[in-house]
Protein backbone atom coordinates (compact mmCIF):
# COMPACT_ATOMS: atom_id res chain seq x y z
CA UNK A 1 0.00 0.00 0.00
CA UNK A 2 2.94 2.44 0.69
CA UNK A 3 4.43 1.58 -2.85
CA UNK A 4 1.31 2.72 -4.12
CA UNK A 5 0.87 5.80 -2.40
CA UNK A 6 4.35 5.99 -3.57
CA UNK A 7 3.77 5.76 -7.02
CA UNK A 8 0.95 7.94 -7.11
CA UNK A 9 2.99 10.81 -5.35
CA UNK A 10 5.66 10.79 -7.47
CA UNK A 11 3.19 10.51 -10.31
CA UNK A 12 1.23 13.64 -8.72
CA UNK A 13 4.41 15.26 -9.32
CA UNK A 14 5.49 14.47 -13.06
CA UNK A 15 1.79 15.21 -13.82
CA UNK A 16 2.15 19.29 -14.19
CA UNK A 17 5.96 18.53 -16.65
CA UNK A 18 4.12 15.70 -19.08
CA UNK A 19 0.94 18.45 -19.07
CA UNK A 20 3.12 20.91 -19.76
CA UNK A 21 5.32 18.91 -22.55
CA UNK A 22 1.86 17.89 -23.99
CA UNK A 23 0.08 21.40 -24.75
CA UNK A 24 3.81 22.32 -25.84
CA UNK A 25 4.33 19.74 -28.43
CA UNK A 26 0.51 20.24 -29.53
CA UNK A 27 1.30 24.12 -29.70
CA UNK A 28 4.10 23.07 -31.98
CA UNK A 29 2.25 21.05 -34.13
CA UNK A 30 -0.18 23.48 -34.35
CA UNK A 31 2.02 26.38 -35.13
CA UNK A 32 3.76 24.04 -38.07
CA UNK A 33 0.51 23.08 -40.15
CA UNK A 34 -1.17 26.44 -39.36
CA UNK A 35 1.96 28.12 -40.69
CA UNK A 36 2.72 25.81 -43.16
CA UNK A 37 -0.90 27.06 -44.45
CA UNK A 38 0.01 30.92 -43.80
CA UNK A 39 3.24 30.55 -46.09
CA UNK A 40 1.98 28.90 -48.83
CA UNK A 41 -0.90 31.53 -49.08
CA UNK A 42 1.75 34.61 -48.71
CA UNK A 43 4.16 33.19 -51.44
CA UNK A 44 1.08 32.51 -53.52
CA UNK A 45 -0.48 36.47 -52.95
CA UNK A 46 2.98 37.16 -53.37
CA UNK A 47 2.94 35.85 -56.67
CA UNK A 48 -0.46 36.82 -57.70
CA UNK A 49 0.66 40.68 -56.79
CA UNK A 50 4.05 40.38 -59.19
CA UNK A 51 2.16 39.04 -61.48
CA UNK A 52 -1.03 41.72 -61.53
CA UNK A 53 2.12 44.37 -61.56
CA UNK A 54 2.79 42.80 -64.91
CA UNK A 55 6.16 40.91 -63.47
CA UNK A 56 7.66 37.98 -65.73
CA UNK A 57 5.81 35.00 -64.59
CA UNK A 58 9.29 33.00 -64.16
CA UNK A 59 10.28 35.56 -62.02
CA UNK A 60 7.41 35.89 -59.99
CA UNK A 61 7.48 31.79 -59.70
CA UNK A 62 10.64 31.95 -58.55
CA UNK A 63 10.36 34.25 -55.90
CA UNK A 64 7.39 32.87 -54.50
CA UNK A 65 9.38 29.74 -54.54
CA UNK A 66 11.75 31.72 -52.36
CA UNK A 67 9.63 33.33 -50.41
CA UNK A 68 7.41 29.85 -49.42
CA UNK A 69 10.84 28.49 -48.53
CA UNK A 70 12.13 31.07 -46.34
CA UNK A 71 8.80 31.22 -44.10
CA UNK A 72 8.39 27.67 -43.96
CA UNK A 73 12.20 27.41 -42.47
CA UNK A 74 10.78 30.23 -40.28
CA UNK A 75 7.71 27.99 -39.18
CA UNK A 76 9.42 24.61 -38.50
CA UNK A 77 11.88 27.20 -36.01
CA UNK A 78 8.62 28.27 -34.09
CA UNK A 79 7.21 25.07 -34.14
CA UNK A 80 10.52 23.47 -32.24
CA UNK A 81 11.27 26.31 -30.39
CA UNK A 82 7.60 26.11 -28.41
CA UNK A 83 8.20 22.33 -27.98
CA UNK A 84 11.48 23.58 -26.24
CA UNK A 85 13.77 23.02 -28.29
CA UNK A 86 16.74 25.21 -28.00
CA UNK A 87 16.78 27.00 -31.38
CA UNK A 88 20.35 28.28 -31.21
CA UNK A 89 21.95 25.01 -30.90
CA UNK A 90 19.31 23.48 -33.27
CA UNK A 91 20.50 26.26 -36.09
CA UNK A 92 24.66 25.38 -35.21
CA UNK A 93 23.49 22.01 -35.89
CA UNK A 94 21.66 22.28 -38.80
CA UNK A 95 24.20 24.65 -40.32
CA UNK A 96 26.74 21.84 -39.52
CA UNK A 97 24.71 19.00 -41.20
CA UNK A 98 23.72 21.90 -44.10
CA UNK A 99 27.43 21.38 -44.93
CA UNK A 100 27.21 17.99 -44.94
CA UNK A 101 24.13 17.78 -47.12
CA UNK A 102 25.93 20.15 -49.39
CA UNK A 103 28.54 18.04 -50.40
CA UNK A 104 26.32 15.24 -51.08
CA UNK A 105 23.62 17.54 -52.59
CA UNK A 106 26.12 19.31 -55.40
CA UNK A 107 23.66 18.85 -57.87
CA UNK A 108 20.47 20.37 -56.13
CA UNK A 109 22.87 23.14 -55.56
CA UNK A 110 24.22 23.34 -58.81
CA UNK A 111 20.26 23.66 -59.90
CA UNK A 112 19.71 26.11 -57.40
CA UNK A 113 22.81 28.36 -58.59
CA UNK A 114 21.53 28.29 -62.17
CA UNK A 115 17.86 29.09 -61.68
CA UNK A 116 19.05 32.05 -60.18
CA UNK A 117 21.47 32.73 -62.87
CA UNK A 118 18.35 32.23 -65.60
CA UNK A 119 16.30 34.84 -63.63
CA UNK A 120 19.38 37.30 -63.46
CA UNK A 121 19.85 36.90 -67.43
CA UNK A 122 16.81 36.32 -68.21
CA UNK A 123 17.64 34.20 -71.42
CA UNK A 124 13.96 33.37 -71.97
CA UNK A 125 10.65 34.40 -69.99
CA UNK A 126 7.75 32.53 -69.20
CA UNK A 127 5.53 31.79 -72.45
CA UNK A 128 8.59 31.94 -74.69
CA UNK A 129 9.38 28.73 -77.25
CA UNK A 130 12.69 27.36 -76.59
CA UNK A 131 15.11 24.76 -76.94
CA UNK A 132 17.22 24.09 -74.36
CA UNK A 133 18.75 21.36 -71.48
CA UNK A 134 17.72 19.11 -74.48
CA UNK A 135 14.15 19.59 -74.33
CA UNK A 136 11.86 22.15 -76.32
CA UNK A 137 8.34 23.73 -75.35
CA UNK A 138 7.02 26.51 -73.97
CA UNK A 139 8.72 27.71 -70.64
CA UNK A 140 5.39 27.44 -68.04
CA UNK A 141 7.35 28.24 -64.74
CA UNK A 142 11.00 28.95 -63.15
CA UNK A 143 11.21 26.99 -59.64
CA UNK A 144 14.36 26.87 -57.80
CA UNK A 145 15.18 23.90 -59.14
CA UNK A 146 13.60 23.31 -62.21
CA UNK A 147 12.28 24.60 -65.00
CA UNK A 148 8.61 23.54 -66.32
CA UNK A 149 7.93 23.48 -70.03
CA UNK A 150 4.68 22.64 -71.85
CA UNK A 151 5.79 20.73 -75.45
CA UNK A 152 2.96 21.66 -78.39
CA UNK A 153 1.02 17.85 -77.99
CA UNK A 154 0.35 19.07 -74.21
CA UNK A 155 3.16 17.16 -72.77
CA UNK A 156 4.83 18.77 -69.71
CA UNK A 157 8.52 18.54 -69.18
CA UNK A 158 10.26 19.28 -65.95
CA UNK A 159 14.16 20.54 -66.96
CA UNK A 160 16.75 20.44 -64.47
CA UNK A 161 18.32 24.16 -64.29
CA UNK A 162 21.55 23.21 -64.12
CA UNK A 163 21.16 21.09 -67.69
CA UNK A 164 19.64 24.53 -69.09
CA UNK A 165 22.42 26.76 -67.73
CA UNK A 166 25.05 24.13 -68.85
CA UNK A 167 23.81 23.58 -72.81
CA UNK A 168 23.07 26.12 -75.54
CA UNK A 169 19.83 27.71 -75.01
CA UNK A 170 17.58 28.53 -78.39
CA UNK A 171 14.96 30.79 -78.11
CA UNK A 172 12.31 30.99 -81.21
CA UNK A 173 9.81 33.67 -79.44
CA UNK A 174 12.31 36.72 -78.43
CA UNK A 175 12.40 38.12 -82.04
CA UNK A 176 9.28 39.19 -83.29
CA UNK A 177 9.58 37.62 -86.69
CA UNK A 178 11.34 34.53 -88.11
CA UNK A 179 12.35 34.23 -91.47
CA UNK A 180 10.85 30.82 -93.38
CA UNK A 181 13.55 28.36 -94.71
CA UNK A 182 11.98 26.27 -97.35
CA UNK A 183 13.82 24.13 -100.33
CA UNK A 184 11.57 23.83 -103.26
CA UNK A 185 12.57 21.46 -106.02
CA UNK A 186 11.27 21.16 -109.46
CA UNK A 187 12.23 18.74 -112.75
CA UNK A 188 15.41 20.43 -114.82
CA UNK A 189 12.88 19.88 -118.01
CA UNK A 190 10.68 22.46 -115.88
CA UNK A 191 10.85 26.24 -116.65
CA UNK A 192 13.37 27.90 -114.19
CA UNK A 193 11.53 31.61 -115.00
CA UNK A 194 8.26 30.56 -114.92
CA UNK A 195 8.22 28.17 -111.37
CA UNK A 196 9.96 31.48 -109.89
CA UNK A 197 7.14 34.02 -111.15
CA UNK A 198 5.08 31.38 -109.55
CA UNK A 199 6.54 31.38 -106.32
CA UNK A 200 6.76 35.17 -105.87
CA UNK A 201 2.63 34.90 -106.49
CA UNK A 202 1.73 32.48 -104.02
CA UNK A 203 3.53 34.20 -101.43
CA UNK A 204 2.37 37.91 -102.43
CA UNK A 205 -1.44 36.31 -102.40
CA UNK A 206 -0.47 35.43 -98.61
CA UNK A 207 -0.99 38.47 -96.45
CA UNK A 208 1.13 36.99 -93.30
CA UNK A 209 4.58 37.33 -95.77
CA UNK A 210 5.69 40.31 -94.41
CA UNK A 211 6.83 42.90 -97.18
CA UNK A 212 9.82 44.40 -95.32
CA UNK A 213 12.43 41.99 -95.37
CA UNK A 214 11.13 41.30 -98.79
CA UNK A 215 11.20 37.48 -99.23
CA UNK A 216 14.11 36.05 -101.33
CA UNK A 217 13.70 33.33 -104.17
CA UNK A 218 16.68 32.05 -105.99
CA UNK A 219 18.11 28.90 -107.44
CA UNK A 220 19.96 27.03 -104.56
CA UNK A 221 21.56 24.29 -106.22
CA UNK A 222 21.40 21.79 -109.51
CA UNK A 223 20.40 18.74 -107.51
CA UNK A 224 20.79 14.93 -108.49
CA UNK A 225 17.43 14.79 -109.79
CA UNK A 226 15.81 18.44 -109.54
CA UNK A 227 16.52 22.07 -109.53
CA UNK A 228 16.29 23.62 -105.70
CA UNK A 229 15.14 27.00 -105.11
CA UNK A 230 15.76 28.32 -101.60
CA UNK A 231 12.26 30.49 -100.86
CA UNK A 232 13.03 32.77 -97.81
CA UNK A 233 9.93 34.77 -96.94
CA UNK A 234 9.80 36.76 -93.22
CA UNK A 235 6.91 36.02 -91.20
CA UNK A 236 5.60 37.32 -87.98
CA UNK A 237 6.96 34.28 -85.13
CA UNK A 238 3.00 33.07 -84.29
CA UNK A 239 2.45 32.81 -87.72
CA UNK A 240 5.59 30.49 -88.55
CA UNK A 241 4.17 27.31 -88.39
CA UNK A 242 0.88 27.44 -89.99
CA UNK A 243 2.07 29.70 -92.78
CA UNK A 244 5.04 26.97 -93.05
CA UNK A 245 2.36 24.31 -93.75
CA UNK A 246 0.01 26.64 -95.91
CA UNK A 247 2.62 27.95 -98.24
CA UNK A 248 4.06 24.30 -98.92
CA UNK A 249 0.48 23.18 -99.65
CA UNK A 250 -0.19 26.23 -101.88
CA UNK A 251 3.45 25.89 -103.96
CA UNK A 252 2.23 22.39 -104.76
CA UNK A 253 -1.50 23.04 -106.13
CA UNK A 254 -0.11 25.75 -108.12
CA UNK A 255 2.75 23.66 -109.46
CA UNK A 256 0.62 21.00 -110.49
CA UNK A 257 -1.73 23.59 -112.01
CA UNK A 258 0.44 25.11 -113.92
CA UNK A 259 2.53 22.14 -115.36
CA UNK A 260 5.67 22.35 -112.73
CA UNK A 261 6.79 18.99 -111.89
CA UNK A 262 8.18 18.68 -108.54
CA UNK A 263 10.52 15.66 -108.90
CA UNK A 264 10.47 12.53 -106.29
CA UNK A 265 13.04 9.44 -105.91
CA UNK A 266 12.20 6.79 -108.43
CA UNK A 267 14.68 4.09 -109.92
CA UNK A 268 13.72 3.09 -113.78
CA UNK A 269 14.51 -0.53 -115.03
CA UNK A 270 15.58 -1.56 -117.93
CA UNK A 271 15.13 -4.91 -119.34
CA UNK A 272 16.78 -6.40 -122.52
CA UNK A 273 16.41 -9.54 -123.87
CA UNK A 274 18.78 -11.37 -125.50
CA UNK A 275 18.56 -14.23 -127.87
Do not use: C
Amino acid sequence: MDDLEKWIDEGSQWLPWITEKGVAIIAGIVIFFIGKWLARRVSDWVENRMLKSKVDKAVAGFASSIMYALLFAGVVLMALGQIGVETTSFIAILGAAGLAVGLALQGSLSNFASGVLIILLRPFRAGDFVDAGGQMGTVNRIELFHTHMKTPDNRVIIVPNSDIMDSSIVNFSRESTRRLDLIVGISYDADIKKARDLLHEVLSSDERVLKDPEAIIWVFELADSSVNFAVRPWVKAEDYWALRSDLLEKIKYTFDENGIGIPFPQMDVHVSKEG
